[in-house]
Each structure stands twice: as C-alpha cells, then as structure tokens.
C-alpha cells in the first residue's frame, strides 16, 4: 500500500516519455518510435506465446526477447540522430531475424520478417539516403542465402505452425507499415 504513490509517479513519467517521443515534428522520426516501442513489446511477448505454443518443448524463444533492448534502444538513438535511429531499426529487424532463424531453425520460416524490415526502410529512408537501403537490401539477401540452415529445433507439425504465424505476423506488420505510411501528410 505504501508503494502504490510510487507506481503511479513511475507510471506518469513513463507516459509522459512516451507522449515526448510520439510528439516529434518528423513525421518519419515519430514513426521510428512508433515502430520502435511496438517491435520491442512485441520481443517480449514473442517468446512466452512460442513457448505455450510449442507445449514447452525448449526455450527456443528466449534468444528472441533478447533483442527487445536493442529495439527500445531506437528511441534514445532518435533523439540524437535522425538517419542513425531511421537505420537502425530495420538494421535491428534483419539482426532479430537472424538471431530467431539461429534460435528456431530455418524449419520455423522467421525469415520472412525480413520483409518488414525492408519495407520499414524503404518508407524511412528518403531519395539521398536509397544507398542505405540498398545496402540493408543486400544485407537482408545475404542472410538468406549464406545463413546456415542449421538445426531444425521445432518438430515438423510444430515448425509448420509457427512458420504460419510467422507468415500472418510478418505480413500483418507489413500491412501496419502500409498503413501508417499511407496516412502521412507528407
């Protein structure tokens, strides 16, 4: 009881850094920190749901959440550097996806949220900054094509299930990128 002061004052600042974050004049910037805040809640939740949904077969997830940080890291970048915060989080999203391919085996089909990825930099990245993308391209073929396939961690019918989530969210979130894009003023 004597605590509950201090959860709400850790609560109001926290909502008081999100409403900061949300209000930058950049349009883009503003929309790295949308993406930023939504991917890394999203790594945290990744790896519980994976694991109730494989029946607890392993803690194949968890090298997954490890990456939320790196994510939420993007708004302190934003901050200081509006090219470096629009490079990094879908630089963040091609280095998640090689760390899901290692964790769950290339039987589990997290590389097509490298999609995503893509298409958040494509929409980032303005005409003078298009080398960037097509180096983060290149990067993101290169995964696919030199990553080791390694093991396949997930049993068959497993595997084949997750792959279909994987499919539904990497291209819910490529329709949500759609989307926020597609209302922009600019």
Known sequence: MGRQPLFIVTRLIMLARFKTAMQNPDERLMSVNVFALLLASNQLLYAPSLELMIGGQGHYGWPVAATAPAFAATLWISRHSSLAARLWLPLMGIVDTIVAQLALGSN???WIF???SLTLAGFLLDRRERYFLAALGTVAIAVLL??????DVLAPDTAIAVARINAGSALILTGFIGWVFGNRKS
């Open 108 to 110: 589990s089909g997290v």
């Open 114 to 116: 490298l999609l995503p």
């Open 146 to 151: 030199f990553l080791p396939a390694g093991r």
